[in-house]
C-alpha cells in the first residue's frame, strides 16, 4: 500500500561519501539465467576475485534470499515478478551504501530486470546474462530439479514449462557452455577495469 504521508530523509554521510571512503562506485552486477547456468558459482568466484581487488562487495542469491526475505514468495509469475522487486530494492539500497552488489536469481522476465534497471542510477545496473542451453543445464541438475519438473512433481519449472525471457542487451554475456569459470570471471574482471568501475 502507497502512502503520501511518509517523508525521505536525508543523511549527513552520502552515497558520494561512501564511494569515496570505499575507493571505488558502486554498481550492482545482476546475473541472471537459467536454473543450473551457472549464476552462483560464477558470482561466487567472481566475489571472491573482487575482495582480493580490495572492492567491498555483497551477494544476494535466489536460493539463500528465498529462506529469509521472501520466504513468504512461490514461483507463481505474481511472486517472482515481486520477488525481483524486493531484491531490487535491497540492491538498491546496497548501492547507496556504496557496495558493489551481486546478484543470482533466474529473474526470467524482461519487464521484472527492466525494472530494477529503472530505479538504478544511470550505469549502475549491468546485466550479466549467464547463456547456457537448456539442454546442458539439464545434463548438469546439480539439484536434481530438471528431473522432477520432467516428472511433473514441480509445476511452472523455467525452461520446461515456465518461460525465461533472454536479455536483449545485456552489457555482459559469460556462455558458460562455452567457457570455463575461470574465463567467465575473468571476463567480467576485464569488463569492470577497462571502464574503470574498479
Ligand atoms: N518452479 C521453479 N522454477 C525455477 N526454479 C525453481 C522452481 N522451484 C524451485 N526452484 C529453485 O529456486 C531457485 C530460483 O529462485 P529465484 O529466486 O532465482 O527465481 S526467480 O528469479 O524468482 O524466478 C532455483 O535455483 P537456481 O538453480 O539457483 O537458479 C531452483 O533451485
Ligand atoms: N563453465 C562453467 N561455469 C559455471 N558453472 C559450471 C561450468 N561448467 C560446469 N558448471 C557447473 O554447473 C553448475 C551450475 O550450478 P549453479 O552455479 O548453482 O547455477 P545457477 O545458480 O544458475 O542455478 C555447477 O555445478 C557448476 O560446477
Redesign the pocket.
Given at each position: 500500500m502507497k502512502s503520501s504521508n511518509i517523508t525521505w530523509h536525508n543523511s549527513k554521510v552520502t552515497k558520494e561519501d561512501r564511494q569515496k571512503q570505499k575507493n571505488h562506485k558502486s554498481f550492482v552486477l545482476w546475473f541472471t539465467g537459467l536454473?543450473?547456468s551457472g549464476?552462483?558459482t560464477v558470482s561466487v568466484e567472481l566475489e571472491k576475485a573482487l575482495y582480493e581487488h580490495g572492492v567491498h562487495t555483497y551477494r544476494l542469491d535466489?536460493?539463500n534470499v528465498?529462506h529469509g526475505l521472501n520466504s513468504n514468495l512461490g514461483?507463481s509469475p505474481e511472486d517472482?515478478t515481486e520477488?525481483?522487486r524486493r531484491v531490487g530494492e535491497v540492491a538498491k539500497l546496497m548501492s547507496d551504501a556504496g557496495l558493489v552488489t551481486l546478484t543470482?536469481?533466474?529473474?526470467?522476465y524482461r519487464q521484472d530486470r527492466d525494472h530494477v534497471r529503472d530505479i538504478m542510477e544511470d550505469g549502475e545496473f549491468i546485466e550479466v546474462f549467464v547463456k547456457c542451453s537448456l539442454e546442458e543445464c539439464e545434463s548438469r541438475d546439480p539439484?536434481g530439479?530438471y528431473q522432477k519438473a520432467r516428472a511433473g512433481e514441480?509445476k511452472?519449472?523455467?525452461g520446461i514449462d515456465?518461460p525465461y525471457e533472454e536479455p536483449e542487451k545485456p552489457e555482459i554475456v559469460v556462455e558458460t557452455d562455452k567457457q570455463t569459470q575461470e574465463e567467465s570471471v575473468a571476463a567480467i574482471m576485464d569488463y569492470l577495469k577497462d571502464r574503470k568501475l574498479i
Amino acid at each position: 500500500m502507497k502512502s503520501s504521508n511518509i517523508t525521505w530523509h536525508n543523511s549527513k554521510v552520502t552515497k558520494e561519501d561512501r564511494q569515496k571512503q570505499k575507493n571505488h562506485k558502486s554498481f550492482v552486477l545482476w546475473f541472471t539465467g537459467l536454473s543450473g547456468s551457472g549464476k552462483s558459482t560464477v558470482s561466487v568466484e567472481l566475489e571472491k576475485a573482487l575482495y582480493e581487488h580490495g572492492v567491498h562487495t555483497y551477494r544476494l542469491d535466489g536460493d539463500n534470499v528465498r529462506h529469509g526475505l521472501n520466504s513468504n514468495l512461490g514461483f507463481s509469475p505474481e511472486d517472482r515478478t515481486e520477488n525481483i522487486r524486493r531484491v531490487g530494492e535491497v540492491a538498491k539500497l546496497m548501492s547507496d551504501a556504496g557496495l558493489v552488489t551481486l546478484t543470482a536469481f533466474i529473474s526470467p522476465y524482461r519487464q521484472d530486470r527492466d525494472h530494477v534497471r529503472d530505479i538504478m542510477e544511470d550505469g549502475e545496473f549491468i546485466e550479466v546474462f549467464v547463456k547456457c542451453s537448456l539442454e546442458e543445464c539439464e545434463s548438469r541438475d546439480p539439484k536434481g530439479l530438471y528431473q522432477k519438473a520432467r516428472a511433473g512433481e514441480i509445476k511452472g519449472f523455467t525452461g520446461i514449462d515456465a518461460p525465461y525471457e533472454e536479455p536483449e542487451k545485456p552489457e555482459i554475456v559469460v556462455e558458460t557452455d562455452k567457457q570455463t569459470q575461470e574465463e567467465s570471471v575473468a571476463a567480467i574482471m576485464d569488463y569492470l577495469k577497462d571502464r574503470k568501475l574498479i
